[in-house]
């Protein structure tokens, strides 16, 4: 069987666009598909200029074939049902394979909806290449564990597939087939969200899958049961990667990668090492739990050449932490921020508001210790209802959500600030996002460029003077699609504080929030609306 996996598009354009997060459950369908002997061609959307419609009869009119596979992470309804479109319109008439938490999370609802041919729900692995096998083998459907499919006008689930126990025996990601060279080749200084180098290449991993906690705002398509893969595994993939791509930057995507301390200082002794052998610089990020931090850990990953850690400090009521099953306290919360400052790296990390237990008084105990400890640096934000989640779940129990297709198709993209809690009424919630933005206005830092000198394209070169050590940064590569209203989260290169580089226009909604704040929602819904038409 001949099989096209296509890369959707991550933003609202017509353009090839460079930044996006690499998608890796596509990367790991291709390499199973490829290891299983089959042939497997890639289009990524993002890398061409051109409607969906026509890259896709553009390249299913260059072969036959047989299956047509992709997937998202959820709020790309738009792109996957054009995708979809275009593969049943065509004379080939493929078979379509939709994968990833936009069908995993609201299997029937979207399966109805989009209506491909077979769905594969949680981890896709083992799935598709069982399913493939038995379609190759016109073999019973039912056999397949973890799939949907059509029969008799209908959709037929199978047994839920079982988690995959041994992530050291599966292969690498093949990012190369997918077209991940060609992104290295194309990113700017604001590529990644510290800026640390003008020409980054970074480099993406999965070191584990799953999580054992249930907060109530997250959704877990890969499965609660957490399970690691061996040092040793990850080190291969890397030292391969690293060298091959010569990559500067590597971005570990677990959200626990501190869970088992001895594993993470075995992690900071083999990548210290791999570092040490390079040619170039090389730096790396992680994800760290609050509840596992301390200062012996933080000063072996800046040893081991770790920037910047992100946090989900999520709230500073322990009332609230509790209501979102968030396993952490005020106190670590508190230690963490500190002792990064102590230990000099960068930091990246949110608080969002409207949990169910949230008060005025909860809010406000969270905002204070924003105002007085973070710096602006930490992001201020509103719990969104995310298909599969508990808050979802709750939105759409109490009729918050009226229309389930209607708000993954038109809403997910935009905040949403809706009343989730159960004893805040509308207004205050209301007054509760006039606080954020004017917290936000008031503390975060939004620095217009002192210059700003077009390169070529959309590249180009942008002065900023830092607004805590006041050093003057030249970002010499910058990608900006839109000069008007552009808004990059980076790190200062020398006090490693993080802060917003903005345009002049962007500013000026910042500081005039309330009398646009109306306008600019509305903006954003009729400029997605049409761009999504043009597709």
């Known amino acids: 069987m001949k099989i096209l996996i296509v890369i959707p598009r991550y933003n609202l354009t017509n353009k090839r666009d460079y930044e996006y997060a690499f998608p890796f459950g596509l990367g790991y369908i291709s390499s199973a598909l490829k290891n299983a002997g089959y042939s497997v061609d890639c289009l990524n959307l993002n890398h061409f200029d051109g409607t969906i419609e026509y890259l896709m009869n553009k ?31 065509h004379k080939s008439k493929p078979k379509i394979i939709i994968g990833g938490t936009i069908i995993t999370a609201e299997s029937k609802l979207m399966f109805e909806s989009l209506k491909p041919d ?28 973890g799939i949907v499919y059509w029969e008799n006008g209908g959709p037929i689930f199978t047994k839920p597939r079982e988690l995959i126990n041994d992530l050291d025996s ?23 969200p510290y800026g640390l180098f003008d020409e980054p290449r970074v480099y993406p991993i999965l070191c584990s899958r799953g999580c054992p906690f249930q907060c109530t705002f997250c959704y877990h398509s890969i499965g609660m049961r957490y399970r690691i893969r061996s040092i040793r595994n990850i080190m291969k993939e890397l030292e391969g990667a690293v060298k091959r791509y010569k990559i500067n930057t590597i971005c570990i995507y677990d959200d626990l990668f501190s869970l088992n301390k ?128 508990k808050i979802y779940e709750r939105c759409i129990q109490r009729g918050i959500i009226k229309d389930r297709l209607d708000f993954i198709k038109n809403k997910m993209n935009i905040t949403n600030w ?69 808004t990059f989260w980076i790190s200062c290169r020398s006090c490693k504080m993080r802060f ?26 009729i400029r997605n609306a049409i761009l999504k038409r043009k597709m």
Not at 437 to 460: D, F, H, S, T, W
Request: hydrophobic share 35%; net charge positive.
């Open 59 to 89: 390249i299913l009119d260059s072969k036959k074939y047989d299956i047509v596979c992709s997937g998202h992470m959820g709020i790309g309804y738009t792109v996957i049902e054009k995708i979809i479109n275009s593969a049943k319109a």
């Open 118 to 145: 077979f769905g594969v729900i949680g981890e896709g692995d083992i799935t598709i290449i069982e399913l493939i096998k038995c379609l190759e083998n016109k073999e019973d459907l039912k056999k397949v564990n």
């Open 170 to 192: 599966l292969p690498t990601p093949d990012f190369q087939g997918i077209g991940f060279k060609e992104q290295l080749d194309n990113m700017g200084s604001n590529s990644s």
């Open 262 to 389: 001895e594993r993470l200082y075995k992690f900071c002794r083999e990548i210290k090492k791999l570092i040490n052998k390079l040619q170039w610089e090389c730096k790396w990020t992680c994800q760290l739990s609050v509840r596992d931090v301390d200062k012996e850990m933080l000063e072996k990953l800046k040893d081991a050449g770790c920037y910047a850690v992100s946090y989900g400090f999520e709230s500073y009521s322990q009332k609230v932490l509790n209501s979102m099953k968030k396993p952490i306290t005020p106190k670590q919360i508190d230690n963490a921020i500190k002792l990064m400052k102590e230990t000099g790296l960068s930091i990246q990390g949110n608080f969002i508001f409207g949990d169910i237990a949230e008060t005025k008084e909860s809010a406000k105990e969270t905002l204070d210790y924003w105002k007085k400890n973070c710096s602006g640096e930490i992001y201020l934000g509103f719990i969104q209802p995310y298909p599969g989640s």
């Open 418 to 486: 809706f009343n989730m809690t159960d004893s805040m009424t509308d207004e205050e919630v209301l007054q509760l996002k006039k606080d954020i933005l004017e917290a936000r206005r008031k503390y975060a830092k939004y620095v217009v460029p002192l210059k700003i000198r077009k390169r070529k394209g959309n590249r180009y070169s942008v002065l900023v003077e830092c607004p805590f050590c006041k050093k003057k940064i030249n970002y010499r590569n910058f990608s900006i699609q839109d000069r008007i209203l552009y």
């Open 500 to 525: 917003s580089v903005v345009s002049r226009i962007y500013k000026f909604g910042v500081n005039h929030y309330e009398k646009i704040d109306f306008l600019r929602r509305n903006y954003l819904l």
